[in-house]
């Protein structure tokens, strides 16, 4: 084994982005450790990645929905690797669909998945952040927080407050040493649908994604075209968080919707300014 870096935790860690995030963080000589619904599959892929890089890993399913089972799940990392120094909230579910068709249980179980279920993980793992002398806790958001399209309301939804949740913490740990960013992924060739169909409770009826919402998604959104493996969009992932970046985007189709945003919201902050100076000296 390599002398380790620290330890590094990925949710959500079995496949995808997650599992791609926690060989970068092996590769840089973190001991890891992959929690995800699919125990089974978490331990296997620790078990090749600790293989290949030489470094302590393990695998354990945790279920994000549930509180009790977060807290074990870090406790179980504490004792068997030692306290975090790297989290990365990664799980996140969706189902795509119209907003009239979309049932509030579809709802309430990706908001409490991917908001709720963030916050869980981070309650868990402050403890063990705030012994560690370079502390990052990163969130998995969404490039549809900067470049939205139509059938994602709920997925988009839940990212944007999970941005919140994120801009919060950063103000709020910023004593604590603990460097906070928000991660923003675009389109990649991943197991995220299946992945989410799997984890979907009983009672959320619908298909996942039907083929008409995802025709009229990629045609309301062209960014979505450049599609990427989620290898090649975690790549400089890691890096970017430990040189503190606070918000670290995959893909480099995104510049001109993110300045059309900030124009935009620019123009309104211009437009209430000068609403107050004309109030002020009228």
Not at 31 to 54: K, M, N, Q
Not at 124 to 129: S, V, Y
Not at 193 to 222: H, K, M, T, W
Request: glycine residues 8%; contains cysteine.
């Amino acid at each position: 084994m390599t002398a380790s870096t620290g330890v590094a935790v990925v949710t959500g860690g079995a496949s995808g982005l997650g599992r791609a995030l926690g060989e970068r963080c092996a590769a840089r000589g973190y001991a890891l450790a992959l929690l995800d619904l699919d125990g089974e599959r978490a331990s296997s892929e620790a078990a090749a990645i600790a293989a290949e890089h030489g470094v302590p890993a393990m695998g354990r399913r945790v279920d994000v929905g549930d509180a009790a089972d977060v807290e074990a799940a870090a406790a179980a990392v504490a004792a068997e690797l030692g306290p975090a120094d790297v989290v990365f909230s990664n799980v996140g579910v969706q189902q795509i669909g119209a907003l009239e068709n979309f049932p509030d249980e579809a709802w309430s179980w990706i908001l409490d998945v991917n908001v709720i279920g963030a916050a869980r993980v981070v309650r868990a793992f402050l403890p063990q952040l705030r012994q560690s002398s370079n502390a990052h806790l990163a969130f998995t958001g969404s490039a549809s927080v900067l470049a939205p399209a139509s059938q994602l309301a709920a997925y988009q939804a839940s990212k944007f407050a999970l941005l919140g949740l994120a801009d919060s913490l950063r103000v709020e740990l910023a004593g604590d040493g603990i460097q906070v960013a928000t991660v923003f992924p675009s389109a990649m060739f991943t197991r995220h649908l299946e992945s989410s169909l799997a984890a979907r409770p009983d009672g959320v009826e619908g298909e996942i994604a039907p083929e008409s919402s995802i025709q009229e998604l990629v045609r309301s959104n062209p960014y979505l075209t450049d599609g990427a493996t989620a290898e090649v969009a975690a790549s400089a992932v890691l890096d970017e968080l430990l040189d503190g970046h606070p918000y670290i985007v995959t893909h480099g189709n995104l510049v001109e919707a993110v300045e059309q945003r900030h124009e935009l919201v620019l123009d309104g902050a211009r437009r209430a300014r000068d609403r107050s100076v004309k109030e002020a000296t009228a």
